[in-house]
């Protein structure tokens, strides 16, 4: 078994996966972290199951040090994605690698491990980010934006009466309240901005792309955009397991 940590700015996936499928996960919120809870948890895991390999991929590095001390205090060998990426080899007209968000290269290696070429990733996380793996295969880069629920908190901490409203999905454009106003300026809004990235990165690049959408709120946009051959929440972590198995395996 793989245990993979994905440490996101608002929530950490942990997933287990017992023969490439995902056999337990679990979604902690960074707000709502406890090491000493964490710690309770891991050493039940690791008691009930025989987990062989555990990889970690951060953007906080915070949180990153809360999972070192628990793994070094129960005794349990761990890899960081960061080491692990340099020996990965990733064609990319990025100037600065280093630079590169970890999730953004994991999405991208995952996708090029299963598709190849010619593929835009959309990742609605605490940034939206999309990302261009090129007719050639080559990582070109991408484009990052606000994301949804941190555009959201902005707006009510930014003014004196907008309330802060749970992101959905809605059928109408125009609002009939302050509350649907917001929810469809969200929505539709979004899809507008992606829709409209998408056309221009074919227009640059002279491209036809096929589309995948992970992320928290991948579920939402089912059906808004052409070509999406893909939606799960799950993406980045069954990059890493792919990555484990590629590069870390123990059996």
């Known amino acids: 078994m793989n245990l993979t940590i994905d440490i996101g700015n608002t929530n950490v996936m942990i997933c287990i996966f017992k023969n490439n499928q995902i056999f337990k996960h679990e979604k902690v919120n960074v707000v709502n972290f406890s090491k000493k809870n964490q710690y309770a948890f891991f050493k039940k895991l690791f008691i009930k199951y025989k987990i062989f390999n555990v990889l970690i991929s951060s953007v906080v590095p915070r949180i990153s040090e809360d999972f070192f001390e628990i793994f070094n205090s129960l005794n349990v060998d761990f ?130 792309f096929k589309i995948i959408l992970t992320g928290g709120n991948a579920k939402c946009f089912k059906e808004c955009f052409k070509n999406v051959i893909e939606i799960d929440e799950f993406f980045n972590s069954k990059g890493l397991n792919y990555l484990t198995n590629t590069y870390l395996r123990k059996s």
């Open 79 to 208: 890899f960081q994605i960061k080491n692990l990426l340099k020996i990965c080899k990733l064609k990319t007209n990025i100037k600065n690698k280093v630079s590169i968000g970890e999730d953004r290269l994991i999405n991208v290696m995952y996708a090029k491990h299963i598709y190849v070429k010619s593929i835009v990733i959309i990742d609605f996380g605490t940034a939206t980010t999309v990302d261009v793996l090129d007719k050639n295969g080559v990582y070109d880069g991408g484009v990052i934006t606000p994301g949804i629920e941190l555009s959201l908190k902005s707006l009510q901490m930014g003014t004196a009466k907008l309330p802060l409203v749970n992101f959905k999905k809605t059928n109408s454009i125009v609002g009939r309240s302050t509350k649907e106003a917001i929810q469809s300026g969200f929505f539709w809004g979004y899809v507008s901005m992606i829709q409209g990235l998408i056309e221009k990165i074919q227009k640059e690049k002279k491209s036809k």
